[in-house]
């Protein structure tokens, strides 16, 4: 079904995202938001081949759920664009 597509649109995503950074690999400070990215990313990832959904298990009030791979890709592309601002005014 579609959610099949999905997981495999989002394997060869992560891959290609990989790809990239291995390809870079010469910027040390890349290595750890590509690796929360991946990471939080495969997470979910994981969750909706085995349930066919992301669980969001952490419910804040006033704020939408969300899940702990959530937070951590959310960190990861703030540490890239840090990361990235800092390289230009280098």
Do not use: S, T
Not at 13 to 41: I, R
Not at 48 to 73: K, M, Q, T
């Amino acid at each position: 079904g579609g959610g099949a597509v999905l997981v495999l649109l989002i394997g060869a995503a992560l891959a290609a995202l990989l790809g990239y950074f291995a390809v870079h690999a010469d910027k040390p400070l890349l290595w750890l938001p590509a690796g929360m990215l991946l990471g939080g990313a495969l997470g979910n990832l994981v969750d909706r081949a085995r349930e066919g959904a992301v669980i969001d298990f952490i419910d804040p009030a006033r704020w939408p759920a969300f899940n702990l791979a959530d937070a951590v890709i959310v960190a990861g592309v703030l540490m890239l664009f840090y990361v990235a601002e800092g390289r230009k005014q280098e």
